[in-house]
């Protein structure tokens, strides 16, 4: 099969199409025909080896060859122990480990999987797994965001951003969503009240406090972050830095003894369930061999919303 692969950290120079062999499902396993994968910035941390948790399992070159991991399309072949799926089902999930997406074919368990609704075509449902599942988690199951909450995005113009701002929305909550100019009126168009520019301001020091702030890209300290926080406040950073994820296990105690405000990590559960509560929207489709260019076009922070790779049409 054809697939997109490196095997080391760089830029999406590093990344060749090449023919490598077809996976066989193990006995627990599905082989899935892929039709569309998504692209996260997952991918893009994965390919340059940053923020040092994308080095997971492969501090000095990547822990597999092939990135991508929220995939749709339909399955092959079904492990003689997996129970869930019908060769022919038109299914949609993430790879466990973000890996293996760039590639004419997947296996995977399947256990977060999902059966493709049949009023979303594959590239749609490609778009919802990682993201969707981190917002709804994020303003939902963790948040609880309520009507009338001050509620703020930080990230809010990329792939999980996206679905927050409209989940936000959607329970009520007045939205101020943060991220680059370029990305301003598409965050407003999503419903956000406010906009922030994060190259000319920084939220942490404007002054606004809010109930819940959902950080898809934690750069500044804990203390930085409780101060945007009105008392009682929580705060859940998802991606980051490590050093900044640290200080919430170091600080967070304290804060909250402090000033009874929240700051902490999010840890993403992916289930089916998730999966199936939530909607999409695209930004940008290629076909496989554009793997490099669509992946330089999201680092280079070009892409607002989600970026698809169709790969069977259909
Ligand atoms: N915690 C977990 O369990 C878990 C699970 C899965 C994934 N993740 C992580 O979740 C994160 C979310 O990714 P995503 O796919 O939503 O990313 P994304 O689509 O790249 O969106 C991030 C957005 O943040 C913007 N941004 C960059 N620097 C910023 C700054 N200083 N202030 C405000 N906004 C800034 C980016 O714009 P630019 O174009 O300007 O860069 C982009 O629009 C990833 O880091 C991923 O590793 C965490």
Not at 86 to 92: E, I, K, L, M, Y
Not at 126 to 135: D, F
Not at 141 to 160: D, E, H, P, Y
Request: glycine share 14%; hydrophobic share 40%; net charge positive.
């Amino acid at each position: 099969m054809k697939a997109i692969v490196y095997h080391k950290y760089g830029s999406p120079d590093v990344l060749k199409l090449e023919e490598v062999e077809k996976p066989a499902p193990a006995d627990d396993q599905l082989l899935i025909k892929v039709h569309a994968v998504s692209l996260n910035r997952s991918d893009w941390e994965g390919l340059i080896g940053k923020p040092l948790y994308a080095r997971l399992g492969g501090l000095r070159k990547p822990a597999g060859p092939i990135l991508g991991s929220d995939i749709a399309g339909r399955v092959e072949k079904v492990g003689k122990d997996n129970t869930q799926f019908q060769p022919g089902d038109a299914v949609f999930g993430e790879m466990g480990n973000y890996r293996g997406g760039f590639a004419e074919y997947v296996c995977t368990g399947g256990k977060a999987w999902a059966l493709k609704p049949a009023g979303l075509t594959f590239k749609q449902a490609a778009s919802i797994p990682q993201a969707g599942v981190i917002a709804l988690q994020g303003i939902h199951k963790k948040g609880q965001v309520q009507a009338g909450q001050k509620v703020l995005i930080n990230g809010a113009g990329g792939g999980s951003g996206m679905f927050a701002i409209q989940l936000a929305k959607r329970y009520g909550a007045e939205v101020t969503g943060v991220d680059n100019a370029e990305k301003l009126d598409f965050m407003r168009s999503l419903g956000a009240d406010h906009v922030i520019d994060y190259t000319r301001e920084d939220f942490t020091r404007n002054g606004g406090q809010y109930d819940f702030i959902l950080d898809l890209i934690a750069y500044r300290s804990a203390f930085a972050y409780a101060r945007a926080l009105k008392p009682g406040g929580n705060y859940y950073a998802v991606g980051g830095s490590v050093a900044t994820f640290l200080q919430f296990f170091l600080f967070g105690p304290w804060i909250r003894r402090n000033s009874g405000k929240n700051v902490r990590l999010l840890a993403v559960q992916r289930n089916r369930e998730d999966l199936e509560y939530i909607t999409e929207l695209c930004d940008k489709v290629y076909p496989l061999r554009d793997v490099p260019e669509a992946l330089r076009y999201l680092g280079e922070g070009h892409a607002k919303g989600k970026v698809v790779i169709e790969i069977q049409k259909g």
